[in-house]
């Protein structure tokens, strides 16, 4: 079985892929985007991918019942926001308040980041960077719910996009005992 930090990577190279789709969207231009027709089904699609995901991580990799919970309801959210938005993009769903498993998804999955994770911020490095997820989520939750109601500003789009790419960002560093600031956390074996 792999070493947890390389989960976290292939989910970062997800999250880091999903992020420069939306950014790329919001700087050409919805209208931009949306001239080649499959454009426009990457991101969801990508979503709905990492939550599919997500079911064999809660089933290979959890060591409790509180981190299966986690991982369960993460996929969950995450299949919902990326198949609501696969169903808008398709025109099968009509209500932008379908938008809302957005948001919805980033307060899940913030939530779940910060449950799953018993130690304290400054205990390790995994520690340290899944709260720092799991809070980056909770407060970029306010792009989707933005994005949802004036969905032409770029700034909640860019925002939007950004919070996936910091994630991402943050998932990269993760390592399972490594020290917090490198050379200046005291007492910590580095995990080679």
Known sequence: MPPAEHVHWLFATGFLALGLFLLAEALVGPEVWARRRWRLYLWPST???????????????????????????WAQVM????????GLVHGKLKSRLWELTLPLAFV????????????????????????????????????????????????????????????????????????????FSAGVVPHR
């Open 79 to 86: 299949m919902l926001a990326g198949g609501a938005n696969l």
């Open 108 to 183: 899940v999955s913030g939530s779940a980041f910060l449950i799953h994770e018993q130690n304290g911020w400054l205990f390790a490095r995994s520690s340290f960077v899944h709260h720092v997820c799991g809070w980056t989520l909770i407060v970029g939750a306010v792009f989707p719910l933005a994005r949802t109601w004036r969905p032409r500003i770029v700034a909640f789009n860019a925002g939007y996009a950004l919070v996936y790419v910091a994630v991402a960002v943050f998932l990269f560093t993760a390592r399972d005992a490594a020290p917090i600031f490198g050379h």
């Open 47 to 73: 979503l709905f991918l990492l939550g599919l995901l997500m079911w064999p991580v809660m089933v290979f990799f959890t060591n409790s019942a509180i981190h299966m919970l986690a991982h369960g309801s």
